[in-house]
């Protein structure tokens, strides 16, 4: 039987009809909206959780786009340090992942260190010094050349400062150099980077020590001062016999070896402390042929350390005597020759929230040992720093900008804020030269950029997005890594770090994969001439199917009244 389809103008007024036989452009269905929906660009996590500021989920994009070049400035807008950091960094960036729900979270640092690796097969540092601003003709001292101070010369020379930068030891650094062992560091890394730095106004000056050399009188001639001068000097354990050969705290130990200084020990090596420094102090040791021993008053899952850092020492054949704290150190003839233990419980909380170690009554025994190294903090040399600055519980006080009491005095890194760690450093020195500059031209200053909500993973749709194992990183076996200083952590070639950044969901952010387009049941999401899409608010009804399927959470839905 033929069908025949009746033409518009032949079509009864009054008769229902399954279709519309007119063009839905001229029915403004957009009325009916009580909800409508928005494009908006939103922090990721890894974002919001960088202590220096840098924008994870850009650099992230243009690596997984193969763009090493590009990720490489985007780091460097806020961290001058990459190679630093992608391999000393702890990653807290990768600790709220999204990617986490789906299968783990992406090895940020390893594709940080793989940034700044083919930036540096491709020689593209000599760009850098372009994006400069017009001098200013202002000159800024900075006092320490450890990661807090390299981090505000290198942001106060990208702002037009002239910079100085004067360092106690031999050569700049600080505990990156002298605090950090080979094997986790390369001295070649450190001052490839360092280098870069000191192709801007920069000028580091070595062996001046606050205090000795360098006079606060003699730093009048600068527009600003900052200070990142660390935490430098390792507590005293305040255990009778301290004073014994063979017993010393272990930031001396490591700065010995670190500069080529005659440090060795062989035997059987106590380290007492549970910190990242006890951490290094016991690698360095075996890597003399040294049985060690890390001894610690609380329990493993309570240690101070980095994870990978305790496991890396435990694969690497360090042992560990957790509950445990020491009574005396025990010599004969002014030489060490052991050590008395006392076992403890957890007691009460104390201020950190950790429960106290308590002594179990009548439990200790003895260890042999020819070395016994302390690792239980550091702390701020205030006697010349005093004279200049206000000094409240060990720390410099000043702002989360730096700023102290004081102007045109400044400071940062651990000195001022206690932090302890190396990305963290770098934060406070660019918030510094932040400030620093909005003090010298008389401005206020800007709050960070990234604030706001973060992303989610109950934010995303993650049915787009299929599992993917996260790369694995190359170790070198322990067989060679205790037996020379060599990197233990290997690099990834640049093909496998592209693909390690293609696992990034790219939380909060269009990559214009087109599902709002495609799913939309009005049609009312177009593409818009300067790229990416635009909705067409006159048909829209607000159903938020467009929402819901958005892969990333970078749409989301507003009352019309809340407009």
């Known amino acids: 039987m033929k069908v025949s389809i009746r033409r518009p103008d032949d079509v009864p007024d009054g008769t229902p009809m399954a279709v519309s036989l007119r063009s839905t452009a001229e029915l403004a269905t957009g009325t009916w909206r009580t909800f409508r929906p928005l494009y908006v660009t939103r922090p990721s996590p890894c974002n919001l959780d960088c202590p220096a500021g840098t924008d994870v989920r850009s650099f992230l994009t243009l ?38 729900a789906v299968d783990t979270a992406v090895a940020v ?21 372009a994006s400069r601003a017009p001098s200013s003709g202002r000159h800024v001292a900075v006092v320490g050349s450890g990661p807090a ?84 000097r390792s507590k005293a354990a305040g255990v009778p016999g301290e004073d014994l050969r063979g017993v010393a705290p272990g930031l001396s130990f490591l700065r010995d070896v670190n500069a080529g200084r005659p440090a060795r020990v062989s035997g059987r090596v106590v380290v007492i402390g549970g910190g990242n420094t006890a951490m290094d102090v016991a690698r360095v040791a075996l890597r003399q042929d040294a049985e060690v021993t ?96 206000d000094v409240a519980k060990g720390r410099i006080t000043a702002d989360r900008w730096g700023r102290t009491a004081t102007a045109p005095l400044f400071a940062g890194g651990d000195a001022a804020t206690g932090a302890g760690t ?69 690099g990834l070639f640049w093909q496998e770090a592209s693909a390690e950044a293609r696992r990034c969901l790219a939380c909060g952010s269009c990559d214009e994969c087109g599902n709002c387009h495609l799913f939309c049941p009005d049609a009312s999401v177009r593409r818009a001439a300067a790229g990416g899409f635009e909705i067409d608010y006159l048909h829209c009804k607000g159903c938020g199917i467009c929402v819901a399927e958005c892969p990333r959470g970078a749409m989301t839905l507003v009352a019309e009244e809340a407009r």
């Open 149 to 232: 101070g390299l981090s505000c010369a290198y942001h106060l020379a990208l702002r037009g400062h002239t910079v100085t930068i004067f360092e106690a030891a031999d050569e700049p650094g600080g505990m990156l150099r002298y605090g950090i062992p080979e094997y986790r560091l390369p001295r070649y890394v450190l001052d490839d980077e360092i280098a870069q730095i000191l192709s801007f106004p920069v000028t580091i000056r070595t062996r001046m020590r606050l205090g000795d050399q360098l006079r606060w009188d003699g730093l009048g001639r600068f527009d600003a001062v900052f200070l990142a001068v660390g935490i430098q």
């Open 294 to 389: 890390v001894v610690y008053r609380r329990s493993r899952a309570e240690m101070p350390a980095h994870p990978d850092e305790i496991a890396q020492a435990e694969r690497e054949g360090v042992r560990f005597e957790f509950h445990a704290m020491p009574l005396r150190f025990v010599g004969r003839g002014g030489t060490l020759q052991g050590a008395r233990f006392q076992r403890t419980r957890p007691g009460p909380p104390d201020a950190s929230g950790r429960r106290r170690p308590e002594p179990i009554p009548g439990a200790t025994f003895n260890v042999r040992c020819e070395h016994a190294f302390t690792a239980i903090g550091e702390e701020l040399e205030t006697e010349a720093v005093a004279a200049i600055a």
């Open 63 to 100: 690596a997984a786009a193969g763009d090493a070049a590009a990720a490489w400035r985007t780091i460097l807008r806020h961290n001058p340090l990459p190679g630093v950091c992608g391999r000393v960094c702890y990653h807290p960036c990768e600790s709220g992942c999204n990617r986490g």
């Open 109 to 129: 640092h390893a594709v940080e260190r793989a940034v700044a690796s083919e930036a540096e097969r491709m020689d593209v540092g000599r760009e850098l010094t």
């Open 422 to 490: 190396v990305v963290e450093a770098i934060g406070s020195g660019r918030r510094a030269a932040e400030a620093i500059s909005a003090w010298l031209a008389g401005a206020e200053l800007e709050g960070d950029a990234s604030t706001g909500d973060r992303v989610v993973a109950d934010d995303l749709n993650l049915f787009y997005f299929g599992r993917s194992p996260r790369v694995r990183v190359p170790m070198l076996h322990r067989t060679y890594a205790t037996t020379s200083f060599r990197e233990v952590a290997g």
